[in-house]
């Protein structure tokens, strides 16, 4: 599975992104597809999730009311719509796809199989 992640850039603070991510290869019927993000000398952290089929979702506690997983069956692609961003959003973003997850592990990145190569989101104040 081959995961290519986009839609990084730069945007002031308050403005929206939305990240891209598509899949191609070897494909699994009923995925996971979560998203990540990473800054400079810090861990890795759960960004949102969603289920493929279920579609159910799972995001962190900054995310919730701001940001928005969905997916495009037909496209094999899986968004981040990111809205009312703050510096402190600024982070590399990585996708992550894996068979499907139990609900209690979809925020744990150690359980996705397969990762993208991220993509940079950089806000300004």
């Known amino acids: 599975v081959q995961l290519q992640a986009s839609g990084g850039g730069l945007v002031q603070a308050g403005g929206s992104l939305r990240l891209s991510c598509a899949a191609s290869g070897a494909t699994f019927s009923n995925p996971t597809m979560g998203w990540f993000r990473q800054t400079p000398g810090k861990e890795r952290t759960f960004v949102a999730a969603?289920?493929?089929?279920?579609?159910?979702?799972a995001y962190a506690d900054f995310a919730k009311g701001r940001f928005t997983v969905s997916r495009d069956n037909a496209k094999s692609t899986v968004y981040l719509q990111m809205n009312s961003l703050t510096p402190e959003d600024t982070a590399v973003y990585y996708c992550?796809?894996?068979?499907?997850?139990?609900?209690?592990?979809?925020?744990?990145?150690?359980?996705?199989?397969?990762w993208g190569q991220g993509t940079l989101v950089t806000v300004s104040s």
């Open positions: 969603i289920r493929w089929s279920e579609r159910n979702t």
């Open positions: 992550a796809a894996t068979p499907r997850l139990i609900l209690s592990r979809m925020r744990d990145g150690s359980a996705y199989n397969y």
